[in-house]
């Protein structure tokens, strides 16, 4: 596609509940990564794929917050038992591959949690 | 990882004027610094960038220098305009992935 694409761009779930955020990454770009971005905040790195690589999952906060890829397209993050500290931006970036690249965000998920 | 620190978080400008964004990182490696642009509600949009090749970059009205041996690089923007009202991140690598900086939120005031 064009861009980088997410959805949905706007979620408004009870605590406690799972949900599911999905990304797909401009054609052809190997590498996608996953931010949050909580209101007012920088951007917080949470995961990093490349191809078939295993993933960074580094940044994510807790075992609550998972993430898939299937190859190298669609990517899904997953929080499971959502808390009010999860609200947030969900930030989808892809780059062409993992030569430092320049990547390319998507516009966004904003998630409240009430 | 990459330590990136960003400085001001807030600054306003006449229209007309220039703004200056300055970022440090401490890796020493880092060899690629792009800057974005934010404008409320929506994603980061790459505004201009540069690599440890060469000392600056323009872009029309958008310029960004890099010192290696400071290991700081600025986002300088002249003749600025209403539209250029937003927040500006400044990044840096470390291994696969980009650190931000905390981002300046930049009013222009006509």
């Known amino acids: 596609g064009a861009g980088v694409s997410q959805s949905p761009s706007n979620k408004v779930t009870e605590k406690g509940k799972d949900v599911e955020l999905r990304c797909d990454p401009i054609?052809?770009?190997?590498?996608l990564y996953w931010y949050r971005q909580r209101l007012g905040q920088g951007l917080e790195f949470l995961i990093y794929?490349?191809?078939?690589?295993?993933?960074?999952k580094s940044g994510l906060p807790s075992d609550r917050f998972s993430a898939e890829r299937t190859g190298e397209s669609v990517s899904t993050l997953t929080i499971q038992r959502t808390q009010q500290e999860d609200s947030a931006v969900y930030l989808c970036?892809?780059?062409?591959?993992?030569?430092?690249?320049?990547?390319?965000f998507g516009e966004g998920s904003w998630l409240t949690v009430v | 990882g990459e330590n990136v620190e960003q400085h001001p978080s807030t600054l306003s400008v006449q229209e007309g004027d220039s703004a200056v964004i300055k970022c440090t990182y401490s890796?020493?490696?880092?060899?690629?610094f792009p800057w974005y642009k934010q404008e409320l509600g929506k994603g980061p949009q790459l505004i201009i960038d540069i690599r440890s090749n060469v000392g600056e970059k323009k872009d029309q009205r958008i310029a960004v220098t890099l010192n290696k041996t400071a290991k700081h690089f600025s986002l300088h923007i002249t003749e600025t305009q209403p539209e250029d009202s937003a927040v500006y991140f400044c990044?840096?690598?470390?291994?696969?992935?980009?650190?931000f900086g905390t981002g300046t939120s930049l009013t222009v005031i006509p």
């Open positions: 890796d020493s490696a880092s060899n690629y």
């Open positions: 054609s052809g770009h190997t590498a």
């Open positions: 970036a892809s780059s062409l591959n993992r030569d430092l690249n320049t990547i390319y």
């Open positions: 990044a840096a690598p470390w291994k696969f992935q980009f650190y």
């Open positions: 794929f490349q191809g078939n690589s295993a993933p960074d």
